[in-house]
């Protein structure tokens, strides 16, 4: 057999088996090793022999196996702590046994594919860890949606059948809730939906950072607030490979505005919910049009320079801010993962805090906001685009801006959105379990929203630290997991603890 690359050798075992081409085309998906600007992938690994033996070469033992696994975590723990090296190896290994588990040709196609990538990414510069993760939840979502599509799925409803039937509850005055539970034709679906009339509460933006490290629990935190209903909030740093002081893991990423305090700036312009001084709830790109001083010297934000655009910053006289701090001055400056380099010859004191104003949107000041993104929809119409909101580069969080799925992905996800009647959406979906609850990928957020009558709306921090809580209980089906089913609703699955929220009080 002449010599050929690894993929040749799947094609040829996809076509003789008839394998629908949306899972031979995720083959092709974690071959750069940087997708965004990075150096071009290495020469894909040569193949000379078929299908049957590359699987016996790539797939002797499974990841689970204890040799397999403990080399994973090692490697991994070399970037994460120990705890975050276990979930990781952990989920590629129980994505790889559903993939067996499946026992037909799609399932073998996608477990070699899983191997070979690992096997690719492993061998790749660092940072590694965070690609591992994310090949954990690309192959997870292919393989959720082949084991439900192969057992017929087409006489359940579309999703947005499924929207349409949805029931909803009234327990607080103006705060319905309902549950979007079921199998769809894409596979099952479980998420939670609030719709709150305008006037009906009042919200406010939390820091929870505090209430994280005495360790209350987030559903009790927000209750001892005295909220009716509450969910988590925005980005924040977590498994980045480079988080330098004074930034800390846990510090949120992009705008954060508590009861007028600015505890972060709207660095990025990125989609965000915002309330202003009359309680009226906003969505839409929020930044970076506030000003930043240190004692006289004052500049506006709109020249800053992120991990979106660049990791150096102009060689013109500049300030580099990162934490609410100056770390810098000079030429040429470094940009900081979680912050910016702003040109200026202003007289900055390095080490020394800086304050920002208060942002505006639609002429109006902002009192409480927290930014996510991106945008899902504007106009009624479906707006998603990474770029144009600093998705990009090696800007936080770097699972978005360094994606390689082409919003792929079902995965647990948060959202908020407005309808026409100006009532707040917010929608908490389920994901990593295989059956009780696939996730959604964000085009599918958005049209779940726009099947509810939004006009506008916004990603914000999903994944395991996504929680949705009513009336002091939990009803969302959070873990760092993935899950085979057995979850239910009150389970006590491994979560991350929720380090911004947005809750609502009695009007």
């Known amino acids: 057999m002449v010599d050929r690359i690894w993929l040749q050798a799947c094609f040829d075992f996809a076509r003789a088996r008839g394998i629908e081409a949306s899972y031979v085309d995720a083959l092709h998906a974690f071959a750069y090793p940087n997708p965004r600007g990075g150096p071009p992938p290495p020469p894909e690994p040569r193949w000379a022999s078929d299908f049957e033996q590359l699987e016996a070469a790539l797939c002797g033992e499974p990841l689970a196996a204890a040799g397999l696994r403990d080399a994973l975590i090692g490697d991994l723990s070399q970037e994460v702590d120990p705890a975050q090296a276990q979930i990781f190896a952990r989920r590629i290994a129980a994505v790889e046994e559903q993939l067996i588990a499946l026992g037909d040709a799609t399932g073998r196609l996608l477990r070699v594919g899983l191997r070979q990538r690992l096997a690719g990414i492993r061998a790749a510069p660092r940072p590694r860890a965070l690609r591992v993760r994310a090949l954990a939840d690309f192959y997870y979502s292919f393989a959720g949606r082949w084991l439900h599509a192969r057992t017929g799925t087409s006489s359940a409803p579309t999703l947005a059948e499924a929207v349409a039937s949805v029931s909803w509850t009234e327990p607080f005055a103006g705060v319905e809730s309902a549950v979007l539970d079921g199998v769809t034709r894409g596979g099952p679906v479980h ?12 919200a406010r933006v939390v820091d929870c950072r505090e209430a994280v490290a005495r360790g209350v629990p987030f559903a009790k935190s927000v209750t001892q607030r005295g909220a009716i209903a509450a969910i988590s909030g925005g980005f924040f740093l977590y498994s980045e490979p480079d988080i330098a002081p004074p930034s800390r893991r846990f510090d949120p990423v992009g705008l954060l505005v508590c009861d007028n305090e600015v505890v972060s700036p709207p660095t990025f312009s990125r989609g965000a919910l915002l309330f202003d001084d009359d309680g009226r709830w ?13 004692g006289t010297t004052s500049e506006p934000m709109g020249a ?3 991990r979106a655009a660049a990791e150096v910053g102009p060689d013109v006289p500049s300030v580099a801010i990162a934490a609410g701090t100056v770390v810098a001055t000079g030429h040429a400056l470094p940009v900081p993962l979680n912050g910016f380099v702003l040109p200026s010859a202003g007289a900055w ?7 920002f104003s208060r942002p505006t949107f639609a002429g109006r000041p902002v009192r409480d906001g927290v930014a996510g993104g991106p945008l899902l929809l504007s106009g009624g119409a479906v707006a998603i685009d990474l770029r144009a909101e600093g998705f990009w580069g090696s800007a936080p969080p770097v699972t978005f ?8 992905n079902t995965l647990p996800r948060l959202a908020a959105g407005i309808d026409e009647a100006g009532r707040l959406l917010l929608l908490a979906v389920d994901g990593r379990n295989f059956e009780r609850a696939l996730g959604m990928t964000l085009r599918e957020v958005a049209e779940v929203l726009q099947g509810l009558g939004c006009t506008v709306a916004t990603n914000l921090d999903g994944g395991s630290s996504k929680r949705m809580v009513l009336g002091g209980r939990t009803l969302d089906l959070a873990s760092t ?9 009150g389970a006590r699955a491994s979560v991350r603890p929720v380090h911004t929220a947005v809750v609502f009080l009695p009007a």
Request: hydrophobic share 35%; with cysteine.
């Open 191 to 202: 998420a939670n939906l609030l719709r709150l009339a305008p006037g009906s509460v009042r």
């Open 349 to 355: 004191v390095l080490g020394q805090p800086v304050s």
């Open 481 to 489: 997991e993935v899950e085979q089913g057995t979850a239910k609703p």
């Open 304 to 306: 800053a320079i992120t």
């Open 282 to 294: 906003r969505i839409g790109r929020a930044g970076p049009e506030c000003v930043v001083s240190q």
């Open 401 to 408: 801006s360094q994606d390689e799925t082409g919003d792929r």
